[in-house]
């Protein structure tokens, strides 16, 4: 157990429909970063926050958008769904460690969206 | 084109055999790390190398970051079936962002 949650486990949807997938961090981590894993593109990076701001951006798409709250838990919002959505999204989350200077991200167990 | 190339791409053996993954590049990092990831749950970090030539091992895995630091192997000796996975090479590309291969599918049949 990484100690990083997600909710849903499984999600089905329709084309067109909106879809929100929560993450909450392990505690005390600041940074949140969401991925999605697809067979044809594998692993990719879509976006980071870091104590409630956008950090970094990868090839996230303009109807996926995604915030930090307060609290530190994040939501992935995806919009106008295509079947090509259907993927997992991993959310990870991370902390520095003063002492190496390094950060390692653990992974939550995802959430499966199909887009039928 | 990918960053990260992975070989093979899917490998199935007999428990006991020995076995080699391959993580390559044209790119120079600084450093690079391997997860492993088994169904229906998120990649695990196994390792991170940051030292070219550097030689880790966690148990029956051994880990190798290439002299140029373009390339790093995954060596695994006398196979279990609970090394059964897929196994994710991937580098930082700035503001702690992972980019990853397209990894390895390893089975490992009893």
């Known amino acids: 157990d990484s100690g990083v949650t997600q909710t849903p486990k499984h999600l089905i949807t329709a084309t067109g429909q909106r879809v929100t997938l929560r993450c909450s961090p392990r505690?005390?981590?600041?940074?949140v970063y969401w991925y999605q894993q697809s067979l044809d593109q594998g692993l990719q990076f879509l976006i980071q926050?870091?104590?409630?701001?956008?950090?970094a951006k990868g090839n996230i798409l303009e109807r996926f958008s995604a915030q930090q709250f307060p609290d530190l838990h994040s939501e992935l919002n995806l919009s106008s769904l295509e079947l090509g959505d259907s993927a997992l999204y991993f959310c990870?989350?991370?902390?520095?460690?003063?002492?190496?200077?390094?950060?390692?991200?653990?992974f939550g167990p995802g959430t499966r969206l199909l887009v039928l | 084109t990918q960053l990260l190339e992975q070989s093979p791409q899917f490998l199935s053996i007999q428990e006991g055999e020995n076995l080699t993954v391959y993580c390559n590049s044209s790119?120079?990092?600084?450093?690079l790390q391997w997860y492993r990831q088994e169904p229906g749950e998120g990649p695990v970090l196994l390792v991170t190398?940051?030292?070219?030539?550097e030689v880790k091992k966690l148990k029956r895995l051994t880990f190798q970051f290439g002299d140029a630091r373009k390339d790093s192997s995954l060596h695994i000796t006398a196979a279990q079936p609970g090394d059964t996975g897929l196994y994710l090479c991937?580098?930082?590309?700035?503001?702690?962002?992972?980019?990853f291969g397209q990894g390895t599918r390893l089975t490992i049949n009893p």
């Open positions: 926050y870091y104590n409630g701001e956008e950090r």
């Open positions: 190398v940051v030292t070219g030539g």
């Open positions: 991937a580098v930082n590309q700035g503001a702690q962002k992972l980019v």
């Open positions: 790119s120079v990092f600084s450093s």
């Open positions: 990870a989350s991370s902390n520095l460690d003063r002492g190496t200077l390094q950060e390692t991200q653990y």
């Open positions: 505690s005390g981590d600041l940074s």
